[in-house]
């Protein structure tokens, strides 16, 4: 068997930094070698998540005692907040240049810097990075991200969206000025850090729309909906908060751009993915439900008509923890690093 890879999470205490452990252990070509949480920093992993008590870890350090070159690692998980990654990846990639990077926040998902600045709030602090790297939905540019230094692994709302709709954009067959995206995700993708509106009392027994109007992956939407289009788009999106751990549920509505049919719609998706291993597509006038994909690293896409013609109904849903964030992330390594696929991610939803 060959060398196993070294890799690094940095950002361990979070949930796509646990996510990515959780994976990570049972990938047979993987070794966890650095693990890095600054506020835990001493601790052992199982300090902060017992679920790891029985496996042997790293201890937790800080982010800033880490010698990058020593190191050696081959493949570094980035799981940081926005805006603090930019500079922690520029002095690793500077230190160890011949490691490779998957990035799970946005700092690196925007190709216009000035779009980041925008929609982030704070110029960019490393633009020449920017440059290079690669935006990692791993179904639209697998072959880009087997060559890539450094992976920008997308949102989980936007990969969640996406995947249905890019097969329509590109086959030019929905009317790329009426697009809406009604989204639903779980308390996960809000993150770990303790938040006053985040506790049981304040989200349980109903749920909200947040970010209206203006959320940050409207960025990363238009962005690669542009892209497939070949002209600019800007698409309708609206978030909601449920109470529930793990999901993301999308409802999209979409027109035809001439004659087609909500049929047609899912021949084109079927036959985008059918040899996707971790895209499956409903049968017609099937919906998604996110129990069916909970910690699985599959998206499940159903197609329905409308009642009004010349409209359908497109349904998208995922785990945002593995598939939106920690399940892509290890898809992502396993291409840059030479593995199969699907190594490490071929779990089964849990259900119920």
Known sequence: MARQAKVGVLGASGYTGSELVRLLLRHPQVEIALLTADRRAGQAMRDVFPQFSPFALPTLVSIDGVDWKAAALDLVFCALPHATTQKVIAALLAAAPATKVVDLSADFRLADTNAYARWYGGEHSAPHLQTEAVYGLVEVYRDEIKKARLVANPGCYTTCAQLPLIPLIRKGVIALDDIVIDAKSGMTGAGRAAKENMLFSEVSEGFHAYGVGHHRHMAELDQEFSRAAGRDVVVTFTPHLLPMNRGILSTIYVRASAQQKPED??????????????????????????????????????????????????????????????????????????????????QIALFP
Do not use: C, W
Not at 295 to 318: E, Y
């Open 265 to 346: 719609f899912h021949a084109i998706i079927a036959q985008a993915y059918a040899g996707e291993p971790f895209v499956h597509v409903l049968p017609f006038g099937e919906m998604p439900q996110t129990r069916h994909v909970r910690g699985s690293n599959m998206t499940f896409i159903g197609v329905a008509k409308d009642r009004k013609p010349g409209r359908a109904i497109i349904g998208s849903a995922l785990d945002n923890l593995v598939k939106g964030a920690s399940g892509q992330a290890v898809q992502n390594m396993n291409l840059m690093l030479g593995f199969p696929e699907t190594m490490g991610l071929e």
